[in-house]
């Protein structure tokens, strides 16, 4: 979770909004993360901001990098030349586990080609690049066909399928439609008639004032947060940052104490077990004759407890110098209370991670909008002028 966390930090800079969850499904823990695509800052959509150009799979690319940084920084295993690899996308694992048709198949990846298209031009050009075979004759009544390499490549006789068989959205006038809406410009006219009001009065100043007024509690709570800890507003970023990292430390430092106190607990207790059968095995190897015979049926069990046990001790010990129950004892209560210290510091940096984060986002949202109406007052003055 907490890795998840610094990664979504780290990528969308607290700028959208997230769900984490974490999966224990499987032998390898995992998370999964859903994005609200709107920026809560400027209102852009995540591909506007960061799948524009003509770099291919951008915010991917930096999903990776960003992961492996997290990973090498974490002793965890990071995939070296990904590109040799022969895995799968979740994408297409998918289809082949639902068996889905070429038909799907072929759809998905041209919506993938308008999504980083220029124009329409680009878009038949860089059919090539994801796998598809284009045929475009703008002459014919059935001007646009399609067809994805693959299966020309499994069946050399396949032929190729109609954007209109594909639906509407896949004709050439809406194609040329959905690159423009992803280059911003929207083409879109409501079938129906809608009544445009504009305001022609001027902004209510009382309104106004309200926001401002609640601007400023809000700048004002995290400017406090801010003395709170010694810190500039300069450096409110920079701060929470920092404290995170220590968080992280710390769960680090909690999870192996944990990890320690289980192993030495499950020590203690083999070493209880191993008391309780000792003297039972004591007076077998004392015994001789029908009498061992005897006690070994009614003790059968014991026995057998005490020969696990004594590999299990042998296994940690070979040198046959395990510690006593009592001295597992001291180390267990040793560990805990530095466990209790180390929980009780990491509450006070999350609390201070958290009120950082929080108030580096409200004073950074705060100083956007003021910008956003200084260039308001600059342009109404240009305006006049």
């Known amino acids: 979770m907490e890795?998840?966390?610094?990664?979504?930090?780290?990528?969308?800079?607290?700028?959208?909004?997230?769900?984490?969850?974490?999966?224990?499904?499987?032998?390898?823990?995992?998370?999964?993360?859903?994005?609200?695509?709107?920026?809560?800052?400027?209102?852009?959509?995540?591909?506007?901001?960061?799948?524009?150009?003509?770099?291919?799979?951008?915010a991917w690319a930096e999903l990776r990098r960003i992961s492996d940084e997290l990973c090498s920084e974490n002793n965890l295993s990071v995939i070296q030349h990904p590109e040799n690899s022969k895995g799968k996308s979740y994408w297409e694992w998918d289809m082949s586990r639902q068996g889905l048709s070429w038909k799907a198949k072929l759809k998905y990846a041209i919506d993938q080609v308008v999504k980083v298209s220029e124009d329409f031009d680009d878009f038949l050009l860089k059919c090539a690049e994801y796998g598809i075979l284009v045929e475009y004759n703008p002459e014919h009544t059935i001007d646009l066909k399609f067809m994805l390499a693959q299966q020309r490549e499994n069946n050399p006789r396949a032929k190729f399928t109609r954007s209109r068989t594909l639906g509407w959205f896949y004709e050439t006038e809406q194609i040329k439609g959905r690159i423009a809406q992803y280059k911003g410009i929207m083409l879109y006219t409501p079938k129906t008639k809608v009544r445009v009001i504009t305001p022609k009065a001027e902004e209510n100043k009382f309104v106004r004032d309200a926001i401002d007024r609640e601007n400023m509690k809000i700048t004002s709570k995290a400017l406090n947060t801010l003395a709170k800890y010694g810190v500039t507003a300069d450096e409110a970023k920079t701060a929470s940052i920092t404290a995170y990292s220590k968080r992280f430390a710390l769960v680090q430092e909690l999870n192996r104490l944990s990890t320690e106190i289980k192993e030495l607990e499950e020590r203690a207790e083999t070493l209880r077990k191993y008391r309780e059968v000792k003297p039972i095995r004591q007076e077998y190897m004392s015994l001789s004759g029908r009498k061992k015979e005897k006690f070994?049926?009614?003790?059968?069990?014991?026995?057998?407890?005490?020969?696990?046990?004594?590999?299990?001790?042998?296994?940690?010990?070979?040198?046959?110098?395990?510690?006593?129950?009592?001295?597992?004892?001291?180390?267990?209560?040793?560990?805990?209370?530095?466990?209790?210290?180390?929980?009780?510091?990491?509450k006070a940096?999350?609390?201070?991670?958290?009120?950082?984060?929080?108030?580096?986002?409200?004073?950074?949202?705060y100083l956007r909008q003021e910008q956003s109406r200084d260039q308001q007052k600059k342009r109404k003055r240009n305006d006049l002028e």
């Open 296 to 346: 070994k049926k009614e003790n059968s069990e014991s026995l057998a407890e005490h020969h696990m046990l004594t590999q299990k001790i042998l296994e940690w010990y070979p040198d046959r110098t395990a510690p006593s129950v009592e001295k597992f004892e001291k180390m267990i209560a040793d560990l805990t209370a530095q466990r209790v210290q180390k929980n009780t510091e990491y």
């Open 349 to 365: 940096i999350d609390q201070k991670a958290r009120e950082l984060s929080e108030a580096a986002r409200e004073i950074e949202q």
């Open 3 to 58: 890795i998840a966390e610094e990664l979504c930090h780290r990528l969308l800079q607290e700028q959208y909004q997230y769900v984490i969850a974490i999966h224990e499904d499987h032998e390898h823990i995992h998370a999964h993360i859903i994005v609200n695509n709107t920026n809560m800052m400027t209102g852009k959509t995540f591909e506007t901001e960061h799948n524009q150009g003509n770099k291919k799979d951008r």
